[in-house]
């Protein structure tokens, strides 16, 4: 038997409707993204906790509908690639 193959990406390639785990928040170099993933961090976006992508728009892709525990949050994909998760294959 298989095991599964666990892996790490962004939540911005995370696909529609897939369930994942925060890994952690990259640190960016630009200060004001440190806000950003402050705020990030702040709204829950923490290592263990489950999240997924509801639904991406269609023109442009941005912004993502994020689900994180029983709150749904606007992300462009800007914001979304700092969040790490883990998904499994």
Do not use: C, N, Y
């Not at 369930?19 to 806000?35: E, N």
């Not at 702040?42 to 991406?56: A, I, K």
Request: aromatic residues 4%.
């Amino acid at each position: 038997m298989d095991k599964e193959q666990v892996r790490t990406i962004g939540l911005d390639q995370l696909p529609e409707e897939r369930w994942a785990t925060v890994a952690g928040v990259t640190v960016p170099a630009l200060a004001s993204d440190q806000v950003l993933v402050l705020r990030l961090l702040e709204l829950g976006f923490v290592p263990g906790e489950r999240v997924q992508v509801v639904r991406e728009a269609r023109t442009g892709r941005d912004p993502l509908a994020v689900r994180l525990g029983h709150t749904t949050f606007a992300l462009r994909r800007h914001e979304a690639a700092f969040i790490q998760v883990i998904t499994t294959a």
